[in-house]
């Protein structure tokens, strides 16, 4: 797709010639994502201070994230094989092969959408129900939670796999993106409202804030830049598929495509700057 969108915008203007597929980027940053994940996994399971349902989220999330890293550094390991000679496949074994790390990614996407609404969640009810917290979000609940949702994503995976050239599909899939987006939000507008009604509430009394509650609202701030990287991040590839819905063959849309690399260089860099923002 990319490589035709060039060859026909390329006599006409230098900006919309695409981008070349950078093997060599794509593996330096699935590599480091892959190792700084996997150090968050480590550090959430090892350390006891941190075995709650709001890190066991995170934990989660950090999945998602090396779920992309293996799925980007497996297909590019995978490519640069076929190329060069070192790996003889039948057709229909590549296309088996495909599939499988097409599945991953979109499995990675969904439960990266889903982990991130979790934890907007979770963090919503810490804020206005702080002494029923524990109450609401048992581990039990935590647990099932996790759960549905990596059902969820694999279900949704195969399905997204199995149809990926129905158009309605792609709707969905950019439906549940938007809904995500819309939730996070108002939750974390909430969010901010208490926050600034809660500072001017201290600049009149002049009283400290109490540690829970300032804790509270900095896990907010923390989980609101995790939202905007994602969204600088995912929102290309997301634009992406709706040109492929609603404007296909228009030329400027066609030019779009062709940044296509640029978007999952983008994609793998969220996930190498989400473990450092937790």
């Known amino acids: 797709e990319g490589n035709q ?147 969820a994503s694999t279900v949704s995976s195969t399905v997204l796999i199995t149809y990926r050239h129905s158009n309605t599909i792609l709707v969905c899939l950019i439906g549940f993106f938007l809904f995500m987006l819309v939730l996070m939000l108002v939750l974390y507008i909430h969010m901010f409202a208490l926050a600034r009604h809660h500072l001017h509430s201290i600049s009149s009394q002049q009283k400290p804030p109490t540690a829970h509650r300032g804790g509270s609202l900095k896990g907010a701030v923390t989980l609101t830049i995790l939202l905007g990287v994602f969204f600088i991040c995912w929102g290309p590839f997301f634009f992406h598929l709706i040109l492929i819905v609603t404007c296909p063959t228009n030329p400027l849309c066609t030019c779009f495509f062709s940044y296509f690399n640029l978007f999952l260089i983008l994609i793998i860099c969220n996930s190498v700057i989400d473990p450092l923002i937790y």
């Open 5 to 151: 969108s060039n060859a026909v915008f390329g006599a006409s203007g230098g900006w919309c010639q695409g981008l070349d597929n950078p093997s060599e980027l794509f593996l330096a940053l699935g590599l480091v994502s892959l190792v700084e994940n996997l150090l968050v996994v480590a550090a959430i399971l090892k350390n006891r201070n941190l075995h709650s349902p709001t890190y066991y989220f995170i934990c989660c999330l950090a999945v998602s994230d090396m779920l992309v890293s293996i799925s980007n550094l497996a297909e590019m390991l995978f490519m640069l094989l076929l190329e060069h000679g070192v790996l003889v496949m039948h057709p229909s074994i590549i296309r088996h092969m495909d599939s499988v790390i097409d599945m991953l990614i979109c499995s990675s996407v969904v439960s990266s959408l889903s982990f991130l609404g979790v934890i907007a969640v979770d963090r919503y009810i810490t804020i206005f129900y702080a002494l029923r917290y524990h109450s609401i979000m048992t581990l039990q609940r935590a647990v099932v939670t996790m759960a549905s949702v990596w059902l």
